[in-house]
Nanobody
Framework: QVQLVESGGGLVQAGGSLRLSCAAS????????MGWFRQAPGKEREFVAA????????YYADSVKGRFTISRDNAKNTVYLQMNSLKPEDTALYYC?????????????????WGQGTQVTVSS
């Protein structure tokens, strides 16, 4: 069983930055792609960013491109989401997820393990 634990969320003013972390249990972390998703109040969960197993390729939603950076440290079984120039519309519960394969995907169905989420609130 894989466990994913997110941390780093909080309250920040617009224009500020936060760095989310997601620590994974198990020995197979480096085998799989990882992703970040978010769900704002009253909205469906949406894709934010994904990274391939080695970290060589990354993918972003258009809404965060140029502001967010996904990265991973396979030695620490951890994936990160650096969020800069935050906007009020970035307010959401942020989830990390493990993909079913080494291929990064934008589709939620391609992820089989999910964390509990960490809240990010951006004030205007």
């Amino acid at each position: 069983q894989v466990q994913l634990v997110e941390s780093g969320g909080g309250l920040v003013q617009a224009g500020g930055s936060l760095r989310l972390s997601c620590a994974a249990s198990g020995r197979t972390f480096s085998t799989y792609a990882m992703g970040w998703f978010r769900q704002a109040p009253g909205k469906e969960r949406e894709f934010v960013a994904a990274i391939t197993r080695g970290g060589g390729n990354t993918y972003y939603a258009d809404s965060v491109k140029g502001r967010f950076t996904i990265s991973r440290d396979n030695a620490k079984n951890t994936v990160y989401l650096q969020m800069n120039s935050l906007k009020p519309e970035d307010t959401a519960l942020y989830y990390c997820a493990r993909a079913r394969s080494s291929w990064a995907s934008l589709r939620q169905d391609d992820y089989d393990y999910w964390g509990q989420g960490t809240q990010v609130t951006v004030s205007s």
